[in-house]
C-alpha cells in the first residue's frame, strides 16, 4: 500500500513569491493535515482538512491557506514568502473517523522549502 | 493549552545499553498519546498510540507506557539503526491536530 506522497520534495523560493505544496494521502484516508517543522519550533499543526473543507486552523497567518479536492488529495499554498517560512512542510493522512477522539497520522516525506 | 514537553533533548549510548525516554504533558483530558520516529530529512514514521494510563506496547526494542502525567518510551539493547529523534504528541481539540513535544535525539554508537 503506498505511503503518503509530496510533492516537490525541494523547492527554493525568494522572498515576496508564492508557493503551491502537494500531498496525495493514503489510499482511502479522507483526512488530510499539513504540518511545518522548523529546528526552532519544531512541528506545528497548520490545518486540516476534511471532505474538502477546513476543519481546523493552527495559529498562522492568513498567508498561509489550503485545499482539499474531492479525491482527498490536498494542496497548501503560501503567498508573499519571508524567510521565516523556510521549514520542511509535513503532510499527514488518516482515515478521518467521525468523532474519533484519536486518529493515527502517517506522515509524508516533507517539502523542504527553502525561501532566500 | 496543551503542552507536551520531551527529556533528555540528545542521548548518546553505547550499542546494548537500555535506557527510557521520557515524555510529559499538560491536557485537558487525555485522549491519547502518539510516538513517532523521525530520520534525518524525512518524515515523522508511527510507532505507537496509548490510550489509557496503564497502558503498554512493544515493536521490536521499543516499549511505550503511559502514566496519567508522562510517557516513557523504553530502549532495550539499542542498535546503531535506532539512531533518530523520537518525538511524541498528543491530540488537541481535533483528533487530527497533534501538539509535538520537541524531540529527543538519540544516537546509538556501535
Redesign the interface.
Known sequence: KAG?TQTPRYLIKTRGQQVTLSCSPISGHR?V?W?QQTPGQ????LF?Y?SETQ??K?NFPGRFSGRQFSNSRSEMNVSTLELGDSALY?C?S?W??AG???????????T?LTVL | EDQVTQSPEALRLQEGESSSLNCSYTVSGLRGLFWYRQDPGKGPEFLFTLYSAGEEKEKERLKATLTKKESFLHITAPKPEDSATYLCAVPGRSARQLTFGSGTQLTVLP
Open positions: 503518503v483526512s493535515s504540518y519544531g512541528l506545528q499543526f486540516e476534511f476543519r481546523n493552527g509535513l499527514a488518516s478521518g473517523l474519533a477522539s484519536t486518529d493515527t497520522q502517517y506522515f509524508g516525506p516533507g523542504r
